[in-house]
């Protein structure tokens, strides 16, 4: 990993005030040797500025080090007291939060279901509330990922339609703090680009089933949300012989599959694959159904964007849609040859991405409270 920039002059006192809080935040409690070997900082310029952190409540005492050789010494960590973020994952039946330090650590989470008349922005802040009542230190943001699309100024597009920002607007006040809205599949996404298996990709497409089928596109490294954020709903990609304007994968579609094949249309998708695996022939027809949609569908991407490979998150993991999808790609493989992988992250990947945001979010916001901006330290 690329070492904070610093430098020794009181001029970069922004600069390297900001390393040491980034290496700790990183690295967890350091020595002062330590320090100034991930900053590059002399030891004297590491004393001046944690004297500085210190009196701004950014660092504090973290024990000693006795596993070195030599007189023992103190270490500093980030101060307990820095406060949190929220990291939410929205899907069609509940919230899942999880209270995040400025580590990337989750101190605390809850789950509930949306009760069925209630205000699901009211619910959110509830299960934030009673988070945040087991720790000590105050709520400075908020990354919450939602199904449908997102765009740039927050707003949401869903089966509802546009909501012109009111959910962003309405939880921001509610809470206290700002909010970032993003879609559930990107946050998957900028999970595997973090820390799974797109990280040593430099392009994919990741393709989450869950509820509905969504994608999350990754070029050069970076997340493509798109001009106006549809960059990914490839739910509904044309598909021969289906209507435009049809939705190529899905709960919905799966419950038509199981009516056609004479299985329990109230099952779930994920039932239906166990029941596949179990060797029941009209699970296994519906399985083989699912498996040439998708790929049908990641080889409209691929056509487009030529991505190294697509990684299956959620339900497309299940083993045995895993496999359908490898037989329908060897088919085309002469023409159109795809590499497809499955997630690090499984069903939890939208909330991984969400603590990964919302922690970096933090960080940004604590951070340039507590050390000058480089603009003001440069006049």
Do not use: W
């Not at 159109?336 to 945001?357: D, K, N, W």
């Amino acid at each position: 990993m690329a070492r904070p920039l610093a430098g020794p002059q009181t001029l970069l006192r922004t600069l390297n005030g900001r390393a040491i809080l980034e290496s700790l935040a990183r690295r967890g409690p350091l020595t002062r040797a330590e320090l100034m070997t991930e900053t590059g900082l002399s030891r004297t310029a590491v004393t001046q500025v944690l004297r500085m952190l210190e009196g701004t409540d950014a660092v504090a005492p973290a024990g000693v080090d006795r596993e070195t050789r030599g007189p023992a010494a103190g270490r500093v960590a980030l101060h307990p007291a820095l406060g949190f973020a929220a990291a939410v994952h929205v899907d069609t039946v509940a919230a899942h939060v999880a209270l995040v330090d400025a580590t990337g650590a989750v101190r605390v989470e809850n789950h509930a279901p949306f009760p069925l008349k209630g205000d699901r922005v009211e619910h959110i802040a509830e299960l934030i509330d009673a988070c945040l009542a087991s720790v000590a230190g105050p709520l400075h943001v908020a990354v919450v990922g939602v199904p449908g699309i997102v765009t740039a100024d927050g707003g949401i597009r869903d089966d509802q339609g546009p909501d012109g920002g009111a959910f962003r607007s309405a939880l921001s006040t509610r809470l206290g703090c700002p909010v970032r809205v993003e879609n559930d599949v990107n946050l998957a996404a900028l999970a595997e680009l973090s820390d799974g298996r797109g990280a040593e990709l430099s392009s994919f497409a990741l393709l989450l089933l869950d509820g509905g089928l969504g994608g999350g596109v990754v070029i050069d490294g970076r997340l493509h949300r798109g001009f106006s954020g549809v960059a990914g709903e490839v739910m509904y990609l044309p598909q021969t012989p289906l209507p435009i304007g049809a939705p190529v994968l899905g709960d919905a579609v799966v419950r038509d599959l199981a009516l056609v094949h004479g299985r329990d249309p109230d099952a779930s998708i994920d039932q239906h694959l166990d029941a596949a695996a179990d060797g029941d022939e009209a699970a296994i027809a519906m399985a083989a159904e699912m498996g040439r949609r998708l790929t049908i569908a990641a080889g409209s991407v691929a056509l487009i964007l030529d991505p190294e490979a697509f990684i299956l998150g959620g339900t497309a993991a299940h083993p045995v849609l895993v496999d359908a999808v490898a037989r329908v790609a060897d088919e085309f493989a002469a023409q159109l040859p795809m590499r497809f992988i499955v997630s690090s992250f499984g069903p939890e990947a939208p909330l991984v991405g969400a603590v990964q945001e919302s922690a970096a979010a933090l960080r940004a916001t604590v951070f340039s409270r507590l050390v000058p901006s480089a603009d003001k330290a440069g006049r």
